[in-house]
């Protein structure tokens, strides 16, 4: 059975303070590794997709990363705006669903 | 462009009451999805539609029913709700063909936040 678990649950940062995110995930063959932020009552908003072990992508102060059993989601000098839940979720070469973590619960203090 | 949206953002209903989110979204995709979220248990599916006129279930579709209206436009109807199903109810879309090798990028929509007494 796909799974997806993320750590740690909840992170509390100060301003500048970088930190990583953790995805580790056991899927029959991977197609994609997916990473969303979602804001207190909002829908999760889509920032980058993963395809491959060894594949970098970088958005403002977030940088993910992959390898063969697991995502990190790198949050350089982060700032109170960045303040979110950051969520995971997989999609298996031959089962087009995605399968999502529970999240990590980001809170970056001034 | 608007991307997904969802109506009502919230409901209160009475347990054995009915009612439907409505979902549409206009970037011309042709997947559509139906979540669940609640504490501690990540979203969940409920249903999906992978083109116009089909419509699978998910992981958790007992007490559910889906619509795919036409494109643009997937529904979710609960027949008697129960107090089990309080929880945020997310719709989004993909562009995901049916191919093996198109990636199920998905696009969320704002949610309706849904008690049930």
């Known amino acids: 059975e796909d799974q997806v678990t993320q750590s740690p649950e909840a992170l509390r940062l100060q301003e500048g303070e970088s930190s990583s995110l953790n995805c580790s995930y056991t899927?029959?063959?991977?197609?994609?590794l997916f990473w969303y932020r979602q804001d207190p009552g909002k829908g999760p908003e889509f920032l980058f997709t993963?395809?491959?072990a060894g594949e970098e992508k970088e958005k403002e102060r977030l940088k993910a990363t992959l390898t063969k059993k697991e995502s990190f989601l790198h949050i350089t000098a982060p700032k109170p705006e960045d303040s979110a839940t950051y969520l995971c979720?997989?999609?298996?070469?031959?089962?087009?669903?995605?399968?999502f973590g529970t999240g990590t619960r980001l809170l970056v203090s001034p | 462009n608007a991307g997904v949206t969802q109506t009502p953002k919230f409901q209160v209903l009475k347990t054995g009451q009915s009612m439907t989110l409505q979902c549409a979204q206009d970037?011309?995709?042709?997947?559509m999805y139906w979540y669940r979220q609640d504490p501690g248990m990540g979203l969940r599916l409920i249903y999906y539609?992978?083109?116009?006129?089909?419509?699978d279930k998910g992981e958790v579709p007992n007490g559910y029913n889906v619509s795919r209206l036409n494109k643009r436009e997937f529904s979710l109807r609960l027949e008697s709700a129960a107090p089990s199903q309080t929880s945020v109810y997310f719709c989004?879309?993909?562009?995901?063909?049916?191919?093996?090798?198109?990636?199920?990028?998905?696009?969320f929509g704002p949610g309706t936040r849904l008690t049930v007494l």
């Open positions: 539609s992978a083109s116009e006129g089909t419509t």
């Open positions: 993963l395809y491959s």
């Open positions: 899927v029959s063959g991977l197609r994609g």
């Open positions: 970037m011309n995709h042709n997947s």
């Open positions: 979720a997989v999609q298996a070469a031959s089962f087009q669903k995605l399968v």
């Open positions: 989004a879309s993909s562009r995901l063909t049916g191919s093996i090798t198109t990636y199920n990028e998905q696009f």
